[in-house]
């Protein structure tokens, strides 16, 4: 798995030199969530293409600095590179349809819970989802209660992974696909 800084100094290399510094600068103060908006601004501004890859990695970024539904927007304004070889896919949009946890898992734990398809894995098909719990006034919670890995269609070999393990989560996707 990658440390955080190495992604970071990874994100700033798709940027112009300028860009890239202030970016690289918000690291250095600890403003990491000033830093990712600029960053998708820089993107869009630069018409920079990134991979669908880069793009689910820039999700799980947001996603732990607590800025995955404020960059959700740009992130999917930003131009696509078109490789053939990208291996994840983001596939959470704004109409996306949570699914019942029951729906997913037999496991207790998901029972009262929502599940959000996020990041898809597209050579063996597998998803990475968030659930959440639905509050009183219908919204999902703000933050996830587990994130999920499992097969659509299938509610065996489904793994829930801590709510604070996001890059834990993406790395169990990838590595989930090679023993596959």
């Known amino acids: 798995m990658i440390d955080e800084a190495t992604q970071w100094r990874g994100f700033a290399a798709l940027l112009p030199p300028a860009d890239a510094a202030g970016f690289m600068d918000c690291w250095d103060i600890g403003e990491q969530e000033a830093g990712l908006d600029q960053f998708i601004a820089s ?13 689910a990695e820039i999700a799980v970024t947001a996603e732990v600095w607590g800025m995955r539904t404020a960059l959700a927007p740009g992130l999917g304004r930003c131009l696509g590179d078109h490789q053939e070889d990208n291996r994840l896919r983001l596939i959470e949009h704004a109409d996306t349809v949570p699914l019942p946890g029951s729906s997913v898992a037999t496991d207790a734990a998901l029972a009262d819970l929502l599940v959000v398809p996020w990041i898809a894995c597209t050579r063996c098909d597998r998803v990475l989802a968030r659930a959440h719990s639905q509050e009183p006034w ?26 604070d393990a996001a890059w834990g989560a993406l790395t169990e996707l990838r590595m989930s696909c090679v023993q596959a």
């Open 43 to 55: 993107l869009l501004k630069h018409q920079v293409p990134i991979s669908d890859t880069v793009r």
């Open 138 to 163: 219908g919204d999902l919670s703000y933050l996830a209660r587990h994130y999920v890995l499992f097969v659509p269609g299938r509610s065996t070999s489904t793994a829930l992974i801590a709510t």
